[in-house]
């Protein structure tokens, strides 16, 4: 049966692994067992993905990438090049923890974006449409469209599913409205949670 998907002739791809229509592994790159790709994901040089890992559709993973175990990635992440993973809080090469029981689960949802060179500290949710800047440190969750900058990333404005930026204080006691300049999606705001508006 012929695939309806892309491997590089470089890449590994191991036994048990399901990917869906349209998606390309690129020059190598290995998906390791147990894991699950979308439809019409990307996956360029040098992409690691785990153990038992579940991608979305239409996830786009730039160059040297690991994505561990105990890392899912919703529909339409964007991971951008040499960004960072973890998997474990405290790591130690003389005392090695392998295994599920010792993973935190780290949850990226539909539609965030992770600048290249940031690294997400494992046990922490990215909100959907949230978008970290490139070299940020991420230590705790991250709201729904927010953007957060910095080490320790730290919340700077709040931004549209398009990725352009609302004009909405981080203020938590103010209720905001603001429609974005770019593409006319509306957007309220009650504390620090950000909504579209229906």
């Known amino acids: 049966m012929e695939k309806k998907f892309f491997v590089h002739e470089s890449a590994y791809v191991d036994d048990h692994v399901e990917i869906d229509e349209g998606t390309k592994v690129w020059h190598f790159s290995h998906v390791q067992s147990g894991t699950r790709i979308g439809k019409n994901c990307s996956l360029g040089q040098n992409v690691n993905v785990g153990n038992n890992v579940t991608i979305g ?63 997400i500290v494992c046990g922490n949710t990215i909100g959907k449409y949230a978008f970290v800047g490139a070299g940020s440190t991420v230590t705790k969750d991250v709201p729904d469209y927010a953007l957060v900058v910095g080490n320790p990333a730290k919340l700077l404005s709040w931004v549209c599913a398009c990725g352009n930026r609302l004009a909405m204080s981080i203020d938590i006691n103010s209720n905001e409205s603001d429609t974005c300049s770019k593409c006319g999606r509306e957007y309220s705001k009650k504390g620090i949670i950000v909504e579209q508006v229906k």
């Open 57 to 119: 559709h239409g996830v786009k993973i730039q160059n040297n990438v690991s994505v561990y175990e105990g890392v899912e990635l919703e529909d339409f992440v964007f991971c951008g090049p040499s960004m960072v993973f973890t998997n474990i809080m405290n790591p130690r090469s003389e005392f090695p923890q392998r295994g599920s029981e010792f993973y935190l689960k780290t949850l990226v949802k539909k539609s965030a974006s992770l600048g290249a060179n940031s690294t």
